[in-house]
């Protein structure tokens, strides 16, 4: 069994003047993680030949693998294949496939190819190359005493499509890796510092092999059990046991115990009862629609939204009264509750989300500041609306508005058995 | 004048498991180089005593600044506080502002405390208490020889305010920082590759203080024109000469020439013409009107939007003909044109833009595969159709919908006049 440690160095001036955020990192270590081999440290550099090399030497001194990502685009910023020539001791030469690879693409394309894209296809002569089925610029892979190395565009699809089909088979089969293995609870409504206190001796009983990890998510929760190593069989037998014991003592605030989104959850459940959903919203703009139809098969229960930007919107699209809307104004209780009834009716959905807020900067009050929200969740039965008071900026406000929103749907969903 | 290198260090085993994305580094990154200060590094490790220690050692070799986030929760895996006493030679004391920080938090919450939130309120006795004012973590500030380090905790908007009310003015006033300043582009329809050449002439008579950087970015790209040192306003008018430049070499492919998203630049627009604008979304599910509706103030030009996932919205809120839709599909240039019909009269907005099409990964056809779009715009005179094939997952896909949505509305009430 061997305990590989990886790390991984991100390459590009753009990281360093935070124009971009790096978001390969988070999914290269899940999936590394999956397979067993344990990310131990992250490092991003710029696009200087000094600050490579001294990367890539402190990261082999620590890991047996180290993945690198960025620095090969077209542009004359891009410097990774000449250092890594450098560092490997190899000349850059034209690869057949890779030279195909590009020719191809820009025929697709119909776009005319110059003499930078075609460089593309050149690698140093003692690498392994992957193939790049999603862009132009190859994968090299690079051994040194038992150390491994793989060089991958910064391009983050292209990335991910080289990891899933070349790296990750390659690295298992290279590896006897420990068996891992995680289960996921989401909470919503209790805090950190509290919910430690109430496991506290929970945790102390964890065999030395299992990790309990607290993720905080927007208002929301997430506690990870991870079990490494043993005999697979055994290690998940154990994992399971804890797992049930975690879900009892959470039982009063837990959202899911998969690890899926909260939008999600409350989709398995409406797919399970054959119900349908809409949203009406004001001050989310939409993010409630967007988070619910970003999961896979959401169309099966996800009729449709109004999104009621405008005062007109509200009385036109959904049926909310003039007078009530004047007498009230647009964040209030009676106008969330309205929202609701009026799409019902015209979304022709079983269950409906309203919101109406002031987002910020502008448009607070001394009678509703800004961060001042009405949700409102209802059937045809039954509406149930509750008023929230965030204080962050808008756009934090507005995934806080959908959070909660969800949440609350939710548990109306439940409660409605 | 100094020139002052920084490294950031983020702590958590949650980045190494890749549960989080790390937006702290980029954000602080950006705002570190406004100010004059050069990111060289940034590393993330875990919840891990050596590694922290050994991450401190290695960066406060290379830069004068090292800022450090995470690590600072109430639970038992965070260890930065304990760590930072070993390494600075400091032991735990309660500091009273942080203590009525904590206990006024808790009051206005509401909520129980216990002995663990009182523990947040201790620090090394030989830092500098920075005052958190969005949570009850403080912040710390040790020097060590000509070295500084600051800890902050990991929750964005806790740093975010202590960065912008204490870190950075601190930093302003101990170091003469050269002075620096940027200018940015956004592009759409033109490749890196192609560019890269189109622009190499000016790339290479740039003078040595000025650099350009390519920021692919969804199917756009945003060029990044950056000056650092010599004297402020002789600095600014070069920049200001070579900016003219680029933006008229680039003016085939010019979305806006300020650093803002393609929705903000579209909502100056439409502001400055006194004009509306609503969105008829059904593949985006709501993430068009999500983009739009980021910006703060887009309720002066923003009406609404549809999101007509089911049919029989299509055909009930936004007056698609039933025998349209049987007839060309869902995913059709006729649905599409007859959405922004509908929602130009339902929405009362001057132009509408609207989607349809396949995200996946499930839904395609042999006729219309996943990745199939139709995108309109249109105002009361003309709609113009356009169908595009993306070919990546559902989310990138829904993004790429969106932005080049965003982009053929950009075009169209441009021409518009």
Chains 1, 2 share one sequence.
């Not at 990750?168 to 805090?191: E, N």
């Not at 209030?332 to 309205?338: D, N």
């Not at 059937?379 to 204080?391: E, G, P, V, W, Y």
Request: hydrophobic share 40%.
């Amino acid at each position: 069994m061997d305990k590989i440690d990886a790390s991984i160095i991100t390459i590009g001036d753009e990281l360093l003047i935070g124009q971009v955020v790096d978001t390969n990192s988070a999914w290269m270590s899940q999936e590394l993680n999956r397979s067993g081999i344990w990310v131990s440290r992250r490092t991003a550099v710029g696009d200087n030949r000094v600050d490579i090399l001294q990367a890539l030497d402190d990261e082999a001194r620590r890991s047996r693998v180290v993945l690198i990502t960025g620095g090969l685009g077209p542009t004359a910023d891009d410097i990774t294949k000449p250092v890594l020539c450098e560092y490997f001791g190899g000349k850059l030469v034209v690869d057949a496939g890779a030279l195909e690879n590009v020719r191809s693409i820009f025929t697709r394309l119909q776009r005319p190819m110059i003499e930078r894209n075609l460089q593309q296809a050149e690698v140093p002569d003692n690498c392994t190359v992957i193939p790049n089925h999603r862009g132009t610029a190859p994968g090299m892979w690079f051994e040194r005493s038992d150390r491994i190395f793989v060089s991958m565009p910064g391009v983050p699809h292209e990335m991910k499509g080289m990891m899933t089909a070349d790296v990750i088979p390659r690295l298992l089969r290279r590896f006897t890796l420990p068996f891992i293995s995680h289960r996921t609870l989401l909470l919503a409504g209790i805090g950190e510092s509290f919910l430690a206190e109430h496991l506290r001796g929970f945790e102390e009983s964890l065999p030395p092999e299992v990790r309990l990890a607290y993720l905080p998510n927007y208002g929301m929760l997430r506690l990870r059990l991870t079990v490494r190593g043993g005999e697979p069989g055994q290690a998940t037998a154990t994992l399971e046991s804890l797992f049930g014991n975690l879900r009892q003592l959470t039982a009063e605030w837990l959202v899911t115990d998969e690890d899926i989104p909260i939008a999600g959850a409350i989709g398995r459940t409406l797919q399970d009862r054959g119900r349908t959903l809409g949203t009406a919203e004001s001050c989310t703009g939409g993010y409630i629609a967007h988070l619910i139809t970003s999961v896979p098969g959401s169309s099966r229960y996800f009729k449709g939204s109004v999104v009621s930007y405008a005062n007109e919107v509200k009385t036109g699209l959904l049926g909310v009264g003039v007078q009530l809307l004047e007498q009230y104004g647009a964040v209030s209780q009676e106008t969330v509750e309205a929202m609701v009834r009026g799409a019902l009716d015209r979304l022709g959905a079983d269950y409906v989300v309203a919101t109406s807020g002031i987002m910020g900067p502008d448009g607070g009050t001394g009678d509703k500041p800004v961060g001042t929200v009405w949700i409102a969740v209802g059937n045809r039965q039954k509406i149930i609306a509750q008023k929230f008071s965030f204080r962050f900026d808008r756009l934090r406000n507005i995934e806080l508005t959908a959070t909660n929103a969800l949440n609350q749907l939710r548990k109306f969903i439940a409660s409605a058995g």
